[in-house]
Structure formats: structure tokens, C-alpha cells
């Protein structure tokens, strides 16, 4: 069992920016594409943002042109980058090797002054 460990969370201001990696104990990212998804209390947990194993990504409506979702192989880690962040973007952010059963434990993130 490959294991996903998600950090880089926290809290911050509206407007505010931070950077979640997802490392991988193997290289399960070079053969599976890799996901950032998030849970708000009383929320469903939703797809964030996604990269397949040769780098096309897709983002969720609510944070295109804000998040960026990039991979790097040799170090089995992947990224999401959160630049104007909002209060909706609060939540507990999980990473995920898609189409397997492996995900991280998750990382909180608080937007708020």
C-alpha cells in the first residue's frame, strides 16, 4: 500500500496564498494520475483539481485561474498552489492516486481574517 501524505495547510487571509504537496512513499504517480480534493463540514467531498501522469490538468470552476495543480516525478510529490484564496475555499484537502484506493489523511486549510 502505497501511502500519501498531504502537508503545507493552514490558516490564512482572504486573498492570501499557500502551496499543499501530496508525497508519495513510491511511484505511484507516474502511473496513475494524481488529485487534489476537499471536504467542507457538512459538504460532500469534491474533486479539486486533477493531472494526469502525462500533465493535463482540469480544475473545478470554482478555482480555475486561482489553483494550480503540477506534479514532480523524480521526487513522487505533487502540488496544488492556492493563490487568492477564499473563504469558501475552507476545507480539508485530501490527495489521491485516481482509479486506486490510496489517499492522504488530509490537510486542513482555514481562509479567514
Known amino acids: 500500500q502505497v501511502q500519501l501524505v498531504e502537508s503545507g495547510g493552514g490558516l490564512v487571509q482572504p486573498g492570501g496564498s499557500l502551496r499543499l504537496s501530496c508525497a508519495a512513499s513510491?511511484?505511484?504517480?507516474?502511473?496513475?494520475?494524481a488529485g487534489w480534493y476537499r471536504q467542507a463540514p457538512g459538504k460532500q467531498r469534491e474533486l479539486v483539481a486533477v493531472?494526469?501522469?502525462?500533465?493535463?490538468?482540469n480544475y473545478a470552476d470554482s478555482v480555475k485561474g486561482r489553483f494550480t495543480i503540477s506534479r514532480d516525478n523524480a521526487k513522487n510529490t505533487v502540488y496544488l498552489e492556492m493563490n487568492s484564496l477564499k473563504r469558501e475555499d475552507t476545507a480539508v484537502y485530501y490527495c489521491?492516486?485516481?482509479?486506486?484506493?490510496?489517499w492522504g489523511q488530509g490537510t486542513q486549510v482555514t481562509v479567514s481574517s
Open positions: 489521491h492516486a485516481v482509479d486506486t484506493s490510496n
Open positions: 513510491g511511484s505511484i504517480f507516474r502511473i496513475y494520475a
Open positions: 493531472i494526469t501522469k502525462g500533465g493535463v490538468t
